[in-house]
């Protein structure tokens, strides 16, 4: 028996093999969209992929499980309060899949979802570890305010964190404390507040460290996991849909992407996406174009501020990186969005203004300053007392509310989402400056 770790550090997602070596039969759990990975894992291991479960469906990325099925041939299990719209096998509390020596059993945790079941791993009678999806984390529980909107499966989020206090503390923390706990997310998820970073932990390392396994009553609990949850990117809802209904095939729909000749291609009505560097874009780039530079969350934030139903062009400096970040774009589910690609290298159409930071030091109050770090970043270490915080992904949708009579300067935490935020309001605002404080914030957010 072996468990292998598949890990996408971009959305901090892990997936889960389970092979039986005796029986040469590979079990899925929580598959990423691209199921090559997995297929060259059953090759090498001269192996079949006789299953894949789906701990819920994911609001954070798309999951390869249909496809599988229709390269492979393996059953699908996922609880039947999913209501999956493609071919599956119910898999809730008192159902098992054996392989050899192997019994994974299934057990109802609803918490984060409605629709959440753990999955038990027995080896030759004794419990030896359990792949918790979004309910157990390491240092952490998935948050409960997801699926007030996300789908025909929706729960109120006080109503899901008492089923979490349930399911921690009557299922899951019922488990030997050898037992190993295997998350489907690491730190950086945006399905919860306060990972640690670590891979696995046991039950009993939980049970001690874990801050929401604590003894506490269950209005305490309801009070703590609800309060300071980070915020829900636009892509969340759909992927949760998405996942309901079996994403597309990986290969097919990528190749469907057409590949622009030149600029005078692209509608003026499509947003643009440029992902070169902050660098290149200032120097020139396209009217209105968004600077989401090719990066490790890339994802995330074209999740964040591009909206389920909108198109969009992307635009890149070379082929290889388009490649890239397509596969990128492709794993929220977003690669259906994408009107077509461009290679640009360079045009000087449309050229940023650069920030003179020792003026904008000694003279702060000539400034509009614009904090689009989230509301919880400002809260805890606030850097400028007059800035207006507008959250990056709500920056396109509130542009009117910044002052238009001085010129603008935007700030995040290190640069990437400052980047982004000015692009986003040079193209809107043509009326003043907008100035971009990039990295030099560092030398104020001390």
Same mark, same amino acid.
């Given at each position: 028996?072996?468990?292998?770790?598949?890990?996408?550090?971009?959305l901090?997602?892990?997936?889960?093999?389970?092979?039986?070596?005796?029986t040469?039969?590979?079990?899925?759990?929580?598959?990423?969209?691209d199921?090559?990975?997995?297929l060259n894992?059953a090759?090498?291991?001269?192996?079949?992929i006789?299953g894949?479960i789906?701990?819920?469906?994911?609001?954070?990325?798309?999951?390869?499980?249909?496809?599988?099925?229709? =390269?492979?041939?393996?059953?699908i299990?996922v609880?039947?309060?999913?209501?999956?719209?493609?071919?599956?096998?119910?898999?809730?509390?008192?159902?098992?899949?054996?392989?050899? !020596?192997?019994?994974?059993?299934?057990?109802?945790t609803?918490?984060?979802?409605p629709?959440?079941i753990?999955?038990?791993? !027995?080896?030759?009678?004794?419990?030896?570890?359990?792949?918790?999806?979004?309910t157990?984390?390491?240092?952490?529980?998935?948050r409960p305010?997801?699926r007030?909107k996300?789908?025909?499966?929706?729960?109120?989020?006080?109503?899901?964190?008492?089923?979490?206090?349930?399911?921690t503390?009557?299922? =899951?923390?019922?488990?030997?404390?050898?037992?190993?706990?295997?998350p489907?997310?690491?730190?950086?998820?945006?399905c919860?507040?306060?990972l640690?970073?670590?891979?696995? #932990?046991t039950?009993?390392?939980?049970?001690?460290?874990?801050?929401a396994?604590q003894?506490?009553?269950?209005?305490?609990?309801?009070?703590?996991?609800?309060?300071d949850q980070? &915020?829900?990117?636009?892509y969340?809802? &759909?992927?949760?849909?998405?996942?309901?209904?079996?994403?597309?095939?990986?290969?097919?729909?990528?190749?469907?992407?057409?590949?622009?000749?030149?600029?005078?291609?692209?509608a003026?009505?499509?947003?643009?996406i440029? +992902?070169?560097?902050?660098e290149?874009?200032?120097?020139?780039?396209?009217?209105?174009?968004?600077?989401?530079?090719?990066g490790?969350?890339?994802?995330?934030?074209?999740?964040?501020?591009?909206?389920?139903e909108?198109?969009?062009?992307?635009?890149?400096?070379?082929?290889?990186?388009?490649?890239?970040?397509?596969?990128?774009?492709?794993?929220i589910?977003?690669?259906?969005?994408?009107?077509?690609v461009?290679?640009?290298?360079?045009?000087?159409?449309?050229?940023?203004p650069?920030?003179?930071?020792?003026?904008?030091?000694?003279?702060q109050?000539?400034?509009?300053?614009?904090?689009?770090?989230?509301?919880?970043?400002?809260?805890?270490?606030?850097?400028?007392a007059?800035?207006?915080?507008?959250?990056?992904?709500?920056l396109?949708?509130?542009?009117?509310?910044?002052?238009?009579?001085?010129?603008?300067?935007?700030?995040?935490?290190?640069?990437?989402?400052?980047?982004?935020? #000015?692009? +986003?309001?040079?193209?809107?605002?043509?009326?003043?400056?907008?100035?971009?404080?990039?990295?030099?914030?560092?030398?104020?957010?001390?």
């Open positions: 028996m072996k468990i292998e770790q598949f890990e996408d550090k971009g901090a997602h892990y997936a889960y093999a389970v092979i039986s070596e005796s040469k039969e590979i079990i899925l759990i929580d598959p990423a969209r199921p090559q990975p997995y894992y090759h090498a291991h001269q192996a079949r006789t894949v789906e701990t819920h469906p994911h609001a954070d990325f798309v999951s390869s499980h249909l496809e599988l099925h229709q =390269l492979t041939g393996a059953t299990y609880s039947k309060q999913v209501g999956a719209d493609y071919p599956h096998q119910a898999f809730d509390e008192g159902s098992s899949i054996t392989l050899g !020596n192997i019994t994974l059993r299934a057990i109802n609803p918490g984060h979802s629709d959440s753990s999955v038990v791993l !027995n080896y030759n009678g004794q419990d030896l570890a359990v792949f918790t999806g979004d157990l984390f390491i240092g952490d529980v998935g305010d997801l007030e996300a789908s025909d499966v929706t729960a109120k989020r006080e109503e899901l964190a008492r089923q979490m206090y349930y399911s503390r009557e299922k =899951l923390m019922k488990l030997d404390d050898a037992v190993v706990v295997y489907a997310h690491g730190a950086g998820t945006l919860g507040k306060a640690r970073l670590a891979n696995s #932990s039950i009993g390392e939980e049970r001690k460290s874990n801050y396994l003894d506490m009553s269950e209005e305490e609990f309801v009070q703590l996991i609800t309060a980070p &915020f829900i990117p636009k969340f809802s &759909f992927n949760v849909r998405l996942n309901k209904q079996g994403a597309p095939a990986y290969n097919k729909s990528i190749s469907a992407i057409p590949l622009l000749n030149s600029k005078k291609d692209l003026k009505e499509i947003i643009i440029d +992902i070169r560097d902050q290149s874009f200032k120097a020139g780039h396209l009217p209105c174009a968004i600077n989401l530079q090719n490790v969350k890339f994802e995330t934030w074209l999740g964040s501020i591009v909206g389920s909108e198109q969009f062009y992307l635009v890149a400096a070379t082929a290889t990186e388009l490649e890239v970040v397509i596969a990128k774009t492709a794993k589910g977003y690669e259906q969005n994408i009107k077509g461009l290679i640009l290298p360079k045009t000087t159409e449309v050229q940023a650069a920030i003179d930071v020792a003026d904008f030091r000694e003279n109050e000539n400034y509009t300053i614009v904090d689009v770090r989230n509301a919880a970043e400002v809260k805890e270490k606030p850097v400028f007059a800035s207006l915080n507008i959250p990056l992904p709500e396109r949708e509130r542009t009117a509310e910044i002052p238009l009579d001085k010129p603008i300067v935007v700030h995040c935490a290190g640069g990437y989402r400052s980047a982004a935020g #000015s692009s +986003i309001l040079q193209g809107a605002l043509t009326r003043v400056p907008v100035l971009d404080l990039s990295e030099a914030i560092n030398q104020f957010n001390k």
